[in-house]
DNA sequence: CTGAAAGCGCTTACAG
DNA sequence: CTGAAAGCGCTTACAG
């Protein structure tokens, strides 16, 4: 099974090479009628396929882009990694997903393959934790995008929601909805990852605007199997918060998985907002109130702006950093 | 910015290009001490990092691999993907993904773009609808794998879920629980999709195998949006179901917002049992019995499978049609 | 133990 | 309007 080539296709045609590039390139300016049809007719019978990996060597562009995110299993990703590849696949690009799992050595190794490989740009959710790797990126002037989280005093155009907004939202709700007493649980800081910093830092800015003191034994941050004995150590101060905050999916289905061992009654016992609005929000029992994050808009601005890098447009966003909207979804756990 | 070539090093290094190949590829056989050491001093000063798209070229393979699925936004795709993501990544290979919406145009524009691209084989969700494109693949032996349905006839390697026992499953355990009257409901079967058919078909058979004659009227199929009114429809019958198997994850959420809107109470007025054990399944109120599929497992078969394919290796799965075990997961909506 | 040479399948100035 | 030639950055027999 030998495969068909561009020089079998001349042959069978009786042109050069050159010719047949020209033609499949739809570069026809000058090229007489028969000449076309011929060619046509050869690559037809021939079942002609054009090997993308030699003109890539030659244009040094492969029209692929890579996208590292933290886990597809989050849903963020997902929509994430659906809106990139619509909007690439509407500008004949492909996209190569990774999932780097918060490892900083399992980025670094992603991000030289797809270097290797030779892909036109990167869309990465950075761990934070490979500095001299992005610097590196950014000194050549390698096109890159960074989305969900900044990396401090580096150049790149990172895409964000307004992750102290998204808290605000939430806690300035549950304050009209006559709440005082709020706690916030977030995903582990230990690597302080700038969005549940920024949520936290959100979460008490709300409540002093209000005139609420901070406490600081209504704030936990914890891995995902600890969240659990977090909220029964919150919940069982001698005054435990009446309403909580829940930074992001995963810390919401932990809290919800403790209210139903638990048997309590939401939002009697405890009131609770979620940040990210997850699938199951509306048909929960209660339904679910949530601040929602843009996630296909983010997915569809970063490709966008990446695909403007490396084309080399002119019209490429100015500014390095840029904040999506939250919007809270009001329904019945509040 | 030029990019560092393999010429450079070989300059830098005082040997030939060959020298430096056979580094790269650590075939240390009969090369020199020293001429491993300026070697590798050479390619650090100069931050050498090898052009993969040239040695695709000349070695006729990528290291990539193709995997083109319904939808990524479904979970069961999600999980999919990221199992042969873990796996390729343990074998150095990589992976672009497609969403081809069910949609037999798009599906052949992403197959002759991934072929173009070179990749080494395909793991794909077939729509079922570009028979003479897997046939020709199938002529060429092109590594191909399939997941969650069959194309008759073909002889490619294809895993799927034992759908007729998934409902099967369902169907037994909701007769153990007392029910007769029970219904199912599937996403539109106007495609023919097997996994649809299998599972109305293993409906049937558990009913009849208890002496239950098969309702027609219920068994719904139907496209998202007309779920809902085929439920009320089906609701309203002279004598409902009191039972329903939900067939997929979809279908369950439809029903979900119909039932919360409708007020009802699960599994009081109507108990349920989805096939995808969704996110949220242990979570709700009631916790919802489901039908779990090894996604996972699935995933990281396919990948072995092609992976074996691509090499050409002598263990490759001897059967082409691989089933795999659903799960009940009785919780308590029925 | 190492190098010269050919070639993978294209594209792209340039010549005619 | 079309073709000959060089070259993209590697790998791989083969020679020495």
Chains 1, 2 share one sequence.
Do not use: W
């Not at 029992?285 to 601005?301: H, R």
């Not at 890098?309 to 490429?316: A, K, P, R, V």
């Amino acid at each position: 099974m030998k495969r068909v080539t561009m020089s079998d296709v001349a042959n069978e045609a009786n042109v050069s090479k050159s010719t047949v590039s020209q033609y499949i390139n739809k570069r026809y300016d000058y090229m007489g009628e028969d000449t076309k049809t011929r060619i046509e007719q050869a690559i037809r019978q021939l079942g002609y396929q054009p090997n993308y990996v030699a003109r890539s060597l030659k244009q040094k562009k492969t029209s692929t882009i890579g996208v590292i995110v933290a886990n597809i299993l989050h849903s963020f990703s997902t929509q994430l990694i659906r809106a990139i590849e619509d909007f690439c696949h509407e500008h004949d690009f492909h996209v190569i997903v990774c999932n780097a799992d918060d490892d900083p050595v399992k980025e670094k190794k992603y991000i030289d393959m797809l270097r290797a490989k030779q892909v036109d740009g990167l869309i990465v959710v950075p761990t934070g934790r490979n500095i001299t790797l992005y610097e590196q990126m950014v000194d050549e002037t390698f096109p890159l995008v960074f989305v969900d989280r900044v990396v401090e005093g580096l150049p790149v155009h990172t895409l964000m929601l307004d992750n102290e907004k998204a808290s605000s939202l939430a806690v300035e709700h549950l304050i009209a909805s006559g709440y005082e007493d709020i706690g916030i649980i977030t995903a582990s800081i230990v690597n302080h990852l700038p969005p549940r910093v920024e949520r936290i830092n959100g979460y008490k800015q709300a409540l002093l605007k209000h005139g609420i003191d901070v406490n600081q034994s209504y704030i936990k941050s914890a891995e995902p199997v600890y969240i659990q004995s977090s909220l029964k150590d919150m919940l069982s101060l001698s005054k435990p918060p009446k309403a909580l905050v829940l930074a992001n999916d995963l810390v919401l289905m932990e809290t919800l998985a403790y209210i139903k061992e638990e048997n309590l009654t939401i939002p009697d016992d405890l009131a609770i907002v979620g940040i990210d609005d997850v699938s199951f929000a509306s048909l929960f029992n209660p339904a679910l109130t949530t601040v929602a994050q843009p996630a296909f808009e983010m997915g569809k601005k970063a490709a966008c702006i990446l695909l403007q890098l490396i084309s080399q447009s002119d019209e490429t966003e100015q500014e390095y950093i840029l904040r999506f909207e939250p919007t809270l979804k009001h329904r019945q756990s509040t």
